[in-house]
């Protein structure tokens, strides 16, 4: 059935593997930042026209009652040599987004959460959305001028996150500091899913 | 031809340089869902057959694409360069496949995020920006 990506195709390209990220927090907390700080372009835009799916109405007979909502998406391209690409891709952090989230989450190595501590409560969705659905998950501590600076601790705390879940300061505007978080993550990611060194995630509700 | 919209500047029909003239739907004549599979936002695509002028039915966004997919770019990619949704591409690259002119790469399945050497591959490559 695959006939346009038949033998004779396969075997004259070879195309990377994508891999993608995501940089989650709430509006303004530095999501779009960190991926143009990081990302070899500067971010780029694209637009989904998703279907709310949250109503339970049948496919067949409620078309009409369906709501379509366009979600723009910042998004950042990392090549890793020829066998890689990393994409970044800032994700809508309000909570009626969540069926954005359910569609960018699926095969996702892990996500970045930017905290921006004079807004805490903002990042709260994100945390509940990636504990739940069990993605790997960093909280990355956006350091605003004249913001005042708290103790990872406090931050943990405050977010209820488990000892396993890191929680680094960074600047989103420095590419060294964007850099550093997600090797944070991916450290994470790897230490999760390969090792179990870190915790099981909380099964889903 | 008049337009459905209620949007005044959407019914301005303008030419090639200026603008879209056509609503997305209209490039994929009506259909929402590409002919085949899952198509990610990160989903690679290639072009495998540059030579598109001897084909009927295809529009000028189609030529656009295997222009653009010389050198591999994701669903997103081809999306934000367009200025289409990404839900549009995904139909038109669809046509592009079914035809054999470009190749996709399937986007990996949650469970190949558990290939060890691909996390090494990104740490390391990471380590060295």
Redesign the interface.
Same mark, same amino acid.
């Given at each position: #059935?695959?006939? %346009? &990506?038949?033998d004779r195709?396969?075997g &004259?390209?070879k !195309?990377?593997?994508? *891999?993608?990220i995501l940089v989650a927090g709430g509006f303004g907390a530095g999501k779009t930042t960190m991926v143009g700080s990081?990302s070899e372009t500067r971010p !780029?835009?694209? $637009? $989904?026209?998703l279907t709310d799916r949250g109503t339970d109405v049948d496919d067949l007979s409620g078309v009409e009652a369906k709501k379509t909502t366009?979600v723009a #998406?910042d998004?950042g &391209? *990392?090549s *890793?040599?020829d066998?890689?690409?990393?994409?970044l891709?800032g994700t809508p952090g309000q909570r009626r987004f969540w069926f954005v989230w359910d569609e960018?989450a !699926? %095969?996702? #190595?892990g996500a970045v959460v930017i905290a921006d501590t004079r807004r805490l409560a903002d990042c709260f969705p994100s945390v509940d959305y990636f504990e739940r659905r069990g993605t790997p998950f960093v909280v990355a501590v956006n350091c605003f001028e004249g913001a005042r600076r708290y103790d990872l601790d406090e931050i943990r705390l405050a977010l209820d996150l488990g000892v396993d879940i890191p929680v680094v300061l960074c600047d989103a505007r420095m &590419?060294e500091s964007s850099?550093n978080v997600?090797?944070t993550l991916?450290?994470h990611? #790897?230490d999760t899913?390969?090792t179990g060194t870190a915790a099981a995630p909380s099964a889903a509700p | 031809m008049t337009s459905l919209s209620d949007d005044p500047a959407e019914e301005q029909w303008l030419d090639d340089e200026a603008g879209r003239i056509v609503r997305p739907y209209v490039m994929t004549r009506g259909r929402t869902q590409p002919s085949r599979g899952q198509i990610d936002l990160i989903t690679l695509v290639v072009t495998t057959n540059p030579v598109t002028s001897g084909e009927v039915g295809l529009g000028p966004e189609h030529h656009t694409i295997v222009r653009l997919c010389e050198r591999p770019l994701s669903v997103a990619e081809i999306a934000a360069s367009l200025d289409l949704p990404a839900g549009t591409v995904r139909v038109l690259l669809g046509d592009l496949v079914d035809r054999g002119l470009v190749a996709i790469q399937e986007p990996a399945q949650e469970i190949n995020v558990l290939d060890l050497e691909t996390y090494k591959a990104v740490l390391n490559g990471l380590r060295t920006l």
């Open positions: #059935m695959d006939s %346009g &990506r038949s195709d396969a &004259r390209v !195309l990377p593997t994508a *891999i993608k990081v !780029l835009r694209t $637009e $989904e026209l366009t #998406m998004f &391209r *990392i *890793i040599g066998t890689h690409v990393l994409y891709f960018l !699926l %095969g996702a #190595m &590419r850099k997600l090797l991916v450290q990611a #790897m899913r390969l | -």
